[in-house]
């Protein structure tokens, strides 16, 4: 429709609009490919080449000096075979797995509660925000100031933390990345709930109070069905950050104690930058990708995601 | 709807204010007392003499400048590239622009730790070690998914009515950009610059890998030294933070709208 008009009307106009119509793909009044080769580019050399030399590196041998040797399938039976790294899989996946059962239902209860209009809810919910102002390492600093055995909060209240060092311990180490996580993001959950929740049509619930439904009902009938998609979106989110987490485990219990927080994130940063074993970190760090990219995808066709269920269903 | 208050609901609200509020005080209260008063004070102790020493750490001048020219240089990659290139996936007939979109979205599953030993090796190889330009192209790259899909979104909402009123009056691409995508792009491209200000305000993987050496460090990795070697000087340590985050408070309060779609990756209607 366009192209069939653009060039009669071209060959009519001034001079310096004839000039720009010999550049190809100007003549219909469309963009080029030439628009967006350069962003292509810049992305294709800063993201997709190391995306694909990942794939390489974590078959060679390499320490950061010299160029990398071909080691065929070195590094990956010895990923198999160690026993730090089966350990961070299972460290991962649980910081995951705990991150999502704490978040999701103090985010759902934030969100729903944000939703309404209330003036004391809209000052509150702006406080809410500011852990989401800092960046993860500002979180984690701060964290590992508050926390500090000797001078942080728990030494004060040692009824509550016994002897106050939270990071001697496995279970409270995690205990600490997984509340320090919650923190920060929940905020970010919150907003993704309370717009979902101020889309949910005002009849649903009109319709449930005719029909007698008090508040926790409608809450269980209603608000959490209508969520349903958001809850998918908001976990899926979850478990990618949850799987890469980093800074947090750098920052706050280095991994330790002993290899007790070790995260298969935080191993293959030891591995390339600790042990200089970059071969071995490549590997890590596709393994860490098929995992994230695998869970996401399991869970987006699980959940009928992908076929764009409507939540409007029976409005 | 609800006339009743929701007291149980009021309580939880109060309890999540609790856990919020408390770090924040104890980094407040903390930033103004010196060593010594904090550890006999306690954590979360009133401060009986205030003290602004805590602020004026010089060390940080340098990170911050650093940071800043990380952060614009970031912010001025991404509006050259992606405005051109989120039009020309929203307007363009090619297929090869059907494709690059569909690799920027394949972009956003990808977290930044899967590539930085690659990256750590391309910009050894290029010379770019321990140089800022080496740590704002990559940190650029990853901030450009979420920009195209942000304002591909936007573009998409203009009417192709609009489009072709001007090209039936002969406006090549260029002015069609100009004069018709730009201005009606706004909230779209505000949002663009909050979300890869934060990125790279915030970004703490790519510095930390790629630098070393105190003149190249920005206010991520400044945070994380003072936190290995000063451990102990808490005090000092959280002014840092504060300090670190001030910029984005300020965003926060003068245009919070901009700052939450930014954060989100979403919107910018």
């Known amino acids: ?315 | 709807m609800r006339k009743r208050p929701h007291y149980l609901a009021g309580f939880g609200s109060l309890v999540w204010l609790f856990v919020v509020g408390l770090p924040l005080y104890v980094m407040l209260v903390a930033t103004f007392q010196s060593r010594a008063d904090y550890a006999a004070n306690g954590p979360l102790g009133l401060p009986k003499k205030l003290t602004f020493d805590n602020y004026l750490n010089d060390g940080f001048a340098q990170y911050f400048l650093n940071t800043v020219i990380v952060t614009v240089s970031v912010v001025a990659i991404i509006l050259l590239l992606v405005p051109p290139l989120a039009y020309a996936i929203v307007r363009s007939d090619g297929k090869a622009t059907g494709r690059v979109f569909r690799l920027f979205l394949l972009g956003l599953a990808i977290p930044s730790q899967a590539v930085i030993v690659p990256m750590f090796y391309l910009i050894n190889e290029a010379g770019l070690y321990d140089n800022l330009i080496g740590v704002i192209l990559p940190t650029a790259a990853f901030a450009m998914p979420v920009c195209v899909l942000i304002l591909t979104g936007v573009m998409r909402d203009i009417t192709p009515e609009l489009y072709e009123a001007m090209t039936v009056d002969g406006a090549a691409p260029w002015r069609i950009f100009r004069q018709l995508v730009l201005p009606l792009s706004k909230g779209g491209l505000s949002t663009v610059i909050v979300f890869s200000s934060l990125q790279a305000w915030n970004g703490f993987l790519f510095p930390l890998v790629l630098t070393q050496s105190a003149e190249n460090k920005v206010i991520t990795m400044g945070l994380y030294d003072f936190q290995t070697e000063h451990g102990v000087d808490i005090p000092g340590l959280l002014a840092a933070v504060v300090l670190s985050m001030l910029p984005i408070l300020l965003v926060y309060l003068f245009a919070r709208r901009a700052l939450i779609q930014g954060l989100m990756g979403v919107g910018g209607k």
Not at chain 1, 59 to 67: A, D, E, Q
Request: proline share 5%; hydrophobic share 50%; charged share 10%.
């Open chain 1, 1 to 315: 429709m366009t192209t069939a008009t653009a060039p009669a009307v071209d060959s009519v106009e001034k001079p310096g609009a004839r000039e720009r119509a010999k550049r190809p793909g100007t003549g219909v009044g469309r963009p080029g490919f030439a628009w967006a080769a350069p962003a292509a580019v810049f992305f294709g050399l800063f993201a997709l080449v190391p995306l694909a030399l990942v794939v390489v590196l974590s078959f060679t041998r390499w320490n950061g000096l010299g160029s990398p040797e071909f080691a065929g399938l070195e590094n990956w039976s010895k990923l198999l075979d160690d026993p730090v790294m089966v350990k961070s899989l299972w460290l991962s996946l649980l910081l995951t797995v705990l991150g999502v059962l704490v978040q999701t239902p103090i985010s759902i209860l934030l969100g729903v509660w944000a939703a309404g209009h209330q003036r004391n809810r809209a000052v509150l919910s702006a406080i809410y925000f500011v852990p989401l102002l800092l960046s993860i390492t500002a979180v984690s600093v701060l964290w590992r100031a508050v926390l500090d055995p000797n001078f942080g909060v728990p030494s004060q209240a040692k009824w509550l933390f016994g002897d106050g060092n939270l990071f001697g311990v496995q279970a409270s180490a995690l205990g600490v990345l997984v509340f320090v996580s919650t923190w920060q993001f929940t905020p970010l959950h919150t907003l993704l709930y309370q717009g979902a929740a101020r889309a949910i049509p005002q009849v649903l619930y009109q319709a449930a109070q005719i029909d007698g439904a008090g508040r926790y009902r409608q809450f269980f009938h209603i608000t959490l069905p209508q969520l349903r998609n958001t809850i998918i979106t908001s976990t899926i989110l979850m478990v990618v950050g949850g799987l890469t987490t980093f800074d947090t485990v750098l920052i706050l219990t280095q991994g330790g104690p002993g290899t007790d927080t070790t995260n298969s994130a935080y191993y293959m940063y030891q591995k390339a930058f600790k042990s200089f074993d970059f071969g071995m970190a490549s590997a890590i760090a596709l393994l860490l990708v098929l995992v994230a990219s695998l869970v996401s995808l399991v869970m987006v066709r699980l959940s009928g995601y992908d076929k764009m269920r409507s939540t409007m269903e029976g409005v």
